[in-house]
C-alpha cells in the first residue's frame, strides 16, 4: 500500500499500477506482485539458483525429469491475459502427464513460496485451466505465499473472472475471510482493482462470511477500499445492508469511507456512492479524521486537481458537493474553512446553495460576530476620519506659513498636543487584538495556512502598523517632514481601502461594484497596452515635430505653456492630458501637425473611448449577472474569520440560536404586536384606547434606548429580529419576480422534484437487484447443495446395489 496510509511498498513491486491514484492523501496502493521477484529462468528453461530444492519432491535424480517439473511453472508465470493461446501450453502440460506428475508439477513451490495457481491466478487464467490445477492438487488452493496471499488474493488482486473466483471460494472457503499479513481479506483487493469494477455478485460471494467487517492494519474495511476505488451502488449496498456501522468506522488516521469517497470524487459511480453514504447515515458529514478535517476537506483537495478540460470529473464533484451541502453539515469553522478551501469553479456552486445561504446568515447575525462587525465599523470609521484630520494638523505643524526651511524645525516644533491620538491607538489595539485572536484559533484548528496565503490580512496588519507609526510620529515630531506626508497620503489612501473591503461584505451593491471594477481591471489589461503604445507614439511624433519648431525656439518671456518643447516626460504627460479632454488647438498651426492632431483626436479619442465603454459595460453586464454569487463569496470569507474568531473567544461553546434560545426574541415581538392591533373601532374617549395610546408612546421611547444600548454593546444587547435585518440578505424579493421568472421557477422546482423522484426509484432499483442478486446466488448454493446431496444419495445407492447383488451371488 501507499506509503501514506503506513504501507511501505514492497521492493520489487511492480503491480502498483493496478491500483490506481486517487484523491490526493486518499490515494491507496497496493503492492501486487506482478513480477514479483520470481527467479529468473535460464535460455534453457531450466530455473537458475535452486529449483530441485524448490520441488516439494526432495533431490531429484534426474535434471530433465526437474525440468519438466517445474515448467509448469514458468508456464503460468509466462501466460498472459491478452494472449488466450498462452495458455494452450499450461493445458497440454496438464494432458500430456499422469496426475502424480500433475499433482508434483501443481505443487512445485517456487520464490516467495507460490506455487503455479498462484501465478495463473495472478495473470487472470481461463476457468478449465484454475479447474484443472485444483484437480492435480487439491490442497494448492489453501496454500499462503510469502505475504500471506492465497491463490484467492490473487485473483481478486489482478481482476479475474467471477467464475474462476467462485471455483476458488469453492474449493477452499475458509479463504474468503483469510487474511494476509497486513490484514486484507480478498475482498479488499477485488474492491481495489480499478481496471474492472468488482460486480454485486462478486461482492455477495466474498463477503458472504464474514469480510465485509474485517479491517486491515490500518483500520479499513472493504467499504473503505469500495468508496476509494468506486463500486457500484448496488455492490454498496450489499456491504452496507445490516451493517450500518460500517459506514461510521474509521480507519487508523480517522477517516470515514465518506472521506474517502469525496476524496475520489471525480469518479463516475463516487455520486451514487455518496448519496447512498448519506441517505443511510446523514451525520457522516460532520465526523472529522484525526487531522480535524472534515470529509469536505477531501473533495477540496481532489476539486484543487482537476483541470478546465476534465469536463465530466468536475461534474462529478459538483454533484457530490451537492449531496454533501443537502445533508445540511453542522455550521462548524472547519466546516466554513473546507468551503474557502475549494476551487472558485466549485466554490460559487456552493456558495448560493439555500443551505450554505442560511447558515451564513444565521451566522452573521448571532451575537460574537455581531459584536465584530459593528466595532469593526466603529473603529473603521473613526480611525480613518480621525487620522485625516490629525494629519492635516500636523502638516500644518511641520510645514509652517512664510520662508522657514521645514528640515530645520525641531520634534518639540513638528509635533501635535491633539489628545485625539489616543482613538488612533484604541482602534489600532482592536485589530491587533482581533487579527491576534484569528491566528490563534486557525492555528488551534491547523488551519493557519489559510491565514498566511490570504491577502486581505497582509492590509489589515498593514492598517494598524500604519496607525501606530502615524500616531507615534505625530506626538513625537519624529522624522523627515517630507517622507512624513508620503506615508499620511499612503495610510489615508490604506485606510479608505480597508473601510471598503469592510463593507463588500455587508452590502451586495458595494460587494458587486468592488468586484466589478476589479473585474474590469483585469479585462482592460491587454486595451491599456495598446492605450499606452499609441500615447507613446503621439507623444514622440508630436515632440519630435514641435522640437525645432518656430514656438520653441523663439524666445517667449511672456510664459506661455509650450506643451511639446520640453523633454519627453512632458509631451507625453500632455498627450494623456488631450486623451482626458485638455485640448488647446491653438497651439497646432502648422498644417501637419493640424493632421497628426486630428489623427489622435480621432484615434485616440473617439475610437479608444469607444472600445473603453464596450469593454467596461459588457464587463460590467457580466459580473452583474454574478452578483449573488459575489456577494455570498465575500460573506463566505467574512463569516469564517468570524467564526474562526468566536469559535475561540466561546470555548468551543454553542453560541446559541437567535431564532430559538434569546429571551428577547418574544420581547421584541410583544412590543412590535402593540402597533399592529387595530384601534381604529375602539372609541377615542374610552380608557382602552388612551391606554393603547399610552403603551405606545412609551414603547416609543424604550425602543430607541433599546437600539442605542444595543450599538453601544455592540449588536449583543439588540434583540434577533435587529440583528437579521441588518444583516440577513435575501436573495430577491418575491414581489419583484415577473412572470416570466415565476414559471422558470416553478419549472426547476418541478424538476427538481422530478430529479428526487428518480433518484428515489434509482434507490429502490439499486435495492431490489441487490436483493436480487443475493437470492440468485443463494439459489446457486442451493443448486451446488442439492447436486452434492444428489451425488451421495447416487452413490450410496450404487453402493447399496451393489452389496445387495454380492449377498445375493455369496447365497
Avoid at 7 to 33: I, N, R, W
Avoid at 738 to 750: H, I
Wanted: aromatic share 10%; charged share 20%.
Amino acid at each position: 500500500m501507499n506509503d501514506r496510509l503506513g504501507y511501505p511498498p514492497m521492493s520489487g513491486g511492480a503491480g502498483d499500477a493496478s491500483m490506481g491514484a486517487y484523491g490526493d492523501e486518499l490515494t491507496l496502493g497496493s503492492e501486487l506482485p506482478s513480477n514479483m521477484g520470481h527467479t529468473p529462468a535460464s535460455p534453457s528453461g531450466v530455473v537458475v539458483g535452486g529449483g530441485a530444492a524448490s520441488t516439494g519432491s526432495g533431490p531429484s535424480r534426474d535434471v530433465d525429469y526437474l525440468r519438466d517439473i517445474t515448467a509448469l511453472r514458468l508456464l503460468c508465470e509466462r501466460a498472459t491475459p491478452t494472449d488466450p493461446t498462452s495458455w494452450e501450453a499450461v493445458r497440454s502440460w496438464l494432458n500430456a502427464h499422469s496426475a502424480d506428475e500433475a499433482r508434483r508439477g501443481a505443487e512445485n513451490v517456487g520464490d516467495f513460496n507460490t506455487t503455479p495457481l498462484h501465478l495463473a491466478c495472478r495473470n487472470r487464467p481461463p476457468t478449465d485451466v484454475v479447474d484443472q490445477l485444483l484437480s492435480a492438487s487439491p490442497d494448492s488452493v489453501g496454500w499462503e505465499d510469502s505475504v500471506g496471499w492465497l491463490p484467492l488474493h490473487y485473483a481478486c488482486a489482478n481482476g479475474a473472472s467471477e467464475g474462476v473466483l467462485r471455483m476458488l471460494a469453492g474449493a477452499y472457503p475458509d479463504g474468503k475471510t483469510a487474511i494476509d499479513r497486513r490484514g486484507r481479506t480478498p475482498l479488499h483487493f477485488a474492491l481495489g482493482y480499478t481496471d474492472r469494477l468488482a460486480t454485486p455478485e462478486t461482492v455477495v460471494l466474498l463477503s458472504s462470511t464474514g469480510a465485509g467487517q474485517c479491517a486491515d492494519e490500518n483500520g479499513m474495511l472493504p467499504l473503505h477500499y469500495a468508496c476509494a476505488y468506486g463500486a457500484s451502488e448496488e455492490a454498496l449496498r450489499i456491504l452496507t445492508d445490516g451493517h450500518v456501522d460500517s459506514i461510521t468506522a474509521c480507519d487508523r488516521r480517522g477517516r470515514t469511507p465518506l472521506h474517502f469517497a469525496l476524496g475520489n470524487a471525480d469518479r463516475p459511480f463516487s455520486p451514487a456512492v455518496v448519496r447512498l453514504l448519506l441517505t443511510q447515515y446523514p451525520s457522516a458529514v460532520d465526523v472529522i479524521d484525526n487531522d480535524a478535517s472534515l470529509p469536505l476537506r477531501s473533495l477540496a483537495n481532489r476539486a484543487n486537481t482537476l483541470k478546465e478540460s476534465q469536463t465530466k470529473e468536475r461534474v462529478n464533484a459538483g454533484k457530490c458537493l451537492m449531496l454533501y451541502i443537502d445533508a445540511e453539515p453542522r455550521p462548524t469553522a472547519d466546516f466554513l474553512t473546507a468551503l474557502q478551501a475549494l476551487p472558485d469553479w466549485l466554490g460559487d456552486s456552493a456558495v448560493v446553495h439555500p443551505v450554505v445561504q442560511k447558515l451564513l446568515n444565521d451566522k452573521i447575525s448571532q451575537k460574537i460576530p455581531t459584536f465584530m462587525v459593528v466595532y469593526d465599523f466603529f473603529f473603521l470609521l473613526i480611525v480613518t476620519v480621525v487620522y485625516y484630520f490629525l494629519a492635516v494638523a500636523a502638516i500644518k505643524k511641520r510645514f509652517p506659513s512664510g520662508d522657514i526651511d521645514p528640515q530645520n524645525l525641531q520634534p518639540s516644533e513638528k509635533k501635535i498636543d491633539e489628545n485625539y491620538v489616543v482613538v488612533l491607538y484604541v482602534g489600532a489595539f482592536w485589530f491587533m487584538v482581533r487579527e491576534a485572536l484569528q491566528m490563534y484559533s486557525l492555528i488551534s484548528l491547523r488551519m493557519f495556512k489559510t491565514w498566511m496565503y490570504d491577502i486581505k490580512n497582509v492590509v489589515d496588519v498593514s492598517f494598524f502598523l500604519l496607525s501606530i507609526v502615524g500616531g507615534a510620529l505625530m506626538q513625537t515630531g519624529l522624522g523627515d517632514s517630507y517622507s512624513f506626508r508620503i506615508l499620511a497620503a499612503l495610510t489615508i489612501f490604506l485606510m479608505w481601502v480597508q473601510f471598503l473591503s469592510f463593507l463588500r461584505s455587508i452590502f451586495i451593491n458595494i460587494s458587486v461594484f468592488l468586484k466589478s471594477f476589479m473585474y474590469v481591471l483585469k479585462k482592460l489589461a491587454s486595451f491599456m497596452i495598446a492605450v499606452i503604445m499609441i500615447l507613446i507614439m503621439f507623444a514622440q511624433a508630436f515632440h519630435t515635430l514641435f522640437l525645432t519648431s518656430e514656438v520653441c525656439t523663439s524666445s517667449n518671456d511672456s510664459g506661455d505653456f509650450r506643451p511639446f518643447c520640453g523633454n519627453f516626460g512632458q509631451s507625453f504627460i500632455t498627450v494623456y492630458t488631450m486623451l482626458l479632454g485638455e485640448v488647446d488647438d491653438d497651439n497646432f498651426k502648422h498644417p501637419f501637425q493640424l493632421v497628426l492632431f486630428a489623427a489622435f483626436m480621432f484615434f485616440a479619442v473617439v475610437l479608444l473611448a469607444q472600445v473603453l465603454i464596450a469593454i467596461v459595460t459588457d464587463s460590467y453586464g457580466v459580473i452583474s449577472e454574478k452578483a449573488t454569487i459575489v456577494f455570498w463569496s465575500n460573506r463566505l470569507d467574512f463569516v469564517a474569520e468570524m467564526d474562526a474568531i468566536a469559535a475561540l473567544v466561546c470555548k468551543g461553546n454553542d453560541q446559541g440560536d437567535p431564532a430559538s434560545s434569546d429571551r428577547s426574541l418574544q420581547m421584541w415581538k410583544k412590543l412590535m404586536d402593540l402597533f399592529e392591533d387595530d384601534i381604529s373601532e375602539i372609541p377615542m374617549l374610552s380608557a382602552e384606547f388612551w391606554c393603547y395610546i399610552f403603551i405606545r408612546l412609551i414603547v416609543c421611547v424604550i425602543v430607541p434606548l433599546w437600539l442605542l444600548v444595543g450599538a453601544v454593546t455592540g449588536g449583543i444587547l439588540w434583540p434577533p429580529q435587529i440583528r437579521a435585518m441588518i444583516f440577513v440578505f435575501s436573495r430577491r424579493d418575491p414581489s419583484e419576480i415577473n412572470d416570466a421568472e415565476q414559471r422558470t421557477k416553478e419549472l426547476n422546482e418541478f424538476k427538481a422534484l422530478m430529479k428526487d423522484h428518480q433518484d428515489d426509484l434509482n434507490s429502490e432499483l439499486a435495492t431490489n437487484k441487490a436483493d436480487l442478486v443475493s437470492m440468485k446466488t443463494q439459489l446457486v448454493d442451493i443448486k451446488s447443495d442439492v447436486a452434492t446431496q444428489l451425488s451421495e444419495i447416487k452413490q450410496i445407492t450404487t453402493e447399496v446395489y451393489e452389496l445387495q447383488l454380492q449377498l445375493t451371488l455369496d447365497s
